[in-house]
Nanobody, 125 residues
Framework: QIELAESGGGSVEVGGSLTLSCEITGHYSGSCMGWFRQAPGKEREGIATVSTDRSTTYADSVKGRFFISKDDLKTPLRLQMNSLRPEDTAVYYC????????????????????WGQGTQVTVSS
């Protein structure tokens, strides 16, 4: 059984940085993983993906400020967030699917059953 668990959220001032981690427990090989966020009253937004070959994609809203990484099977999924803005305030979720022929994408991750419980990030001015 595979489970995901986020950590690293918190409160930070505008312009600050945070790193989120997502621990994945259970056995898997190939994967597509990503980060989503949901602000109050807004729809869930996919912001970054990383595939087994370490190729990455980013939403325009975070491109150049956020960096996703997953070095190998033993390291957690990470999201390095820099130059944080008040509009980055949200609950952040990691998601993944495994051993699939699907192309790694936000659309594909939206349909996965593997999600973390979420971690709150609050950016104050």
């Amino acid at each position: 059984q595979i489970e995901l668990a986020e950590s690293g959220g918190g409160s930070v001032e505008v312009g600050g940085s945070l790193t989120l981690s997502c621990e994945i427990t259970g056995h898997y090989s190939g994967s597509c993983m990503g980060w989503f966020r949901q602000a109050p009253g807004k729809e869930r937004e996919g912001i970054a993906t990383v595939s087994t070959d370490r190729s990455t994609t980013y939403a325009d809203s975070v491109k150049g400020r956020f960096f996703i990484s997953k070095d190998d099977l033993k390291t957690p999924l990470r999201l390095q967030m820099n130059s944080l803005r008040p509009e980055d305030t949200a609950v952040y979720y990691c998601a993944a699917f495994f051993n699939s022929g699907l192309k790694c994408s936000i659309d594909a991750l939206q349909r996965t059953k593997y999600w973390g419980q979420g971690t709150q990030v609050t950016v104050s001015s």
